[in-house]
């Protein structure tokens, strides 16, 4: 007669296994295309920092994922909660269907993410289900803990993906990914420093019309807006004054990103296109992670050109 807690066991024994060759599997699919994982704190950071470069590669068939560690429930001056939770989910998942890729927002509450052991299996295996190329993050040197925290889980996982007996259940990686932060300007204890600059120019306009969708951060302020700073914002009832406000907004965002990192840009695009450049997003190799060469960056980025 089998015994219930072995016929149990049995069972989860069968689920685990079932699970590890479905994600072998997937692993195993090579379609040729880059895969791309990007991690911001909240429903809004990874769109900010990374959506030009995200569109960039979606537009070349490679497969970009946006992923939100919080879900952002306390990022509104007048509501909190699961309403929020579940409109700012909303939101991320409509921006990452306008720039052609796919997203996902985590429920950990916003202002409460900790780099413990159990967040540190969830972002490894978010990697591995991925089998990401680029894994994109912020820093660990941020004025917002839940950036900060963000950035060190990050890091620990760039050894762990690899490692097979860390996360048992789901298939290590075969090959270290390349980890990348996005840009700041914090400057202690570390100033960020770009390594790659890419002209988003040329998906500007598509960046900011995802960015439209992320109403309760862009229009209504987020969790330091108020009534007055709301009714600064063009009405919903004037979509085309709406979307000029914005874009004038990213106008000087992405300008200034591009005059910063000039010198990057005319790295990777020659002096002459370099200096043309109006629009930029930038980023840092980590030291943890894969090192690449400045080919394996081109291959990585098939948006810059082969050749300065």
């Known amino acids: 007669m089998i015994r219930p807690l072995s016929l149990l066991m049995a069972v989860l024994v069968l689920f685990v296994c079932s699970q590890f060759r479905a994600q072998a599997r997937a692993q195993d699919v090579d379609d040729g295309k880059l895969r791309i994982i990007c991690f911001g704190a909240h429903p809004d950071?990874?769109?900010?920092?990374?959506?030009?470069?995200?569109?960039?590669?979606?537009?070349?068939?490679?497969?970009?994922?946006?992923?939100?560690?919080?879900?952002?429930?306390?990022?509104?001056?007048?509501?909190?909660?699961?309403?929020?939770?579940?409109r700012r989910a909303a939101e991320s998942g409509e921006v990452a269907k306008r720039l052609g890729v796919e997203s996902e927002v985590l429920d950990i509450h916003d202002g409460e993410l900790t780099p413990s052991l159990e967040n540190r299996r969830i972002i490894t295996r978010l990697i591995r289900e991925w089998n990401a190329d680029v894994?994109?993050?912020?820093?660990?040197?941020?004025?917002?803990?839940?950036?900060?925290?963000?950035?060190?889980?990050?890091?620990?996982?760039?050894?762990?993906?690899?490692?097979?007996?860390?996360?048992p259940t789901v298939p290590p990686l075969k090959k270290n990914p390349v980890f990348l932060?996005?840009?700041?300007?914090?400057?202690?204890?570390?100033p960020f420093e770009a390594d790659i600059a890419v002209d988003v120019g040329p998906v500007f306009e598509k960046k900011v019309d995802a960015l439209m969708a992320l109403v309760s951060q862009t229009f209504e302020g987020g969790a330091l807006g108020s009534a007055e700073k709301m009714a600064a914002a063009p009405p919903e009832s004037?979509?085309?004054?709406?979307?000029?406000?914005?874009?004038?907004?990213?106008?000087?965002?992405q300008s200034n990103e591009a005059r910063r990192y000039r010198n990057n840009l005319i790295k990777w695009y020659g002096e002459e296109r370099g200096n043309e450049i109006e629009y930029a997003e930038a980023f840092e190799i980590c030291e943890y992670g894969r090192q690449p060469s400045d080919d394996e960056i081109r291959e990585l980025s098939p948006f810059l050109p082969e050749t300065p």
């Open 45 to 86: 950071d990874a769109e900010y920092k990374s959506g030009g470069c995200a569109a960039l590669w979606a537009e070349r068939g490679h497969h970009v994922k946006l992923v939100s560690v919080t879900n952002g429930d306390i990022g509104h001056w007048a509501m909190a909660g699961g309403p929020l939770a579940t």
């Open 135 to 167: 894994v994109i993050s912020h820093r660990p040197w941020d004025y917002h803990p839940d950036h900060r925290y963000v950035g060190v889980l990050v890091q620990d996982a760039a050894y762990m993906v690899t490692v097979p007996f860390f996360l």
């Open 181 to 190: 932060y996005s840009s700041d300007r914090f400057q202690k204890p570390y």
């Open 238 to 253: 004037q979509p085309e004054l709406r979307r000029q406000w914005l874009r004038e907004r990213w106008v000087d965002r």
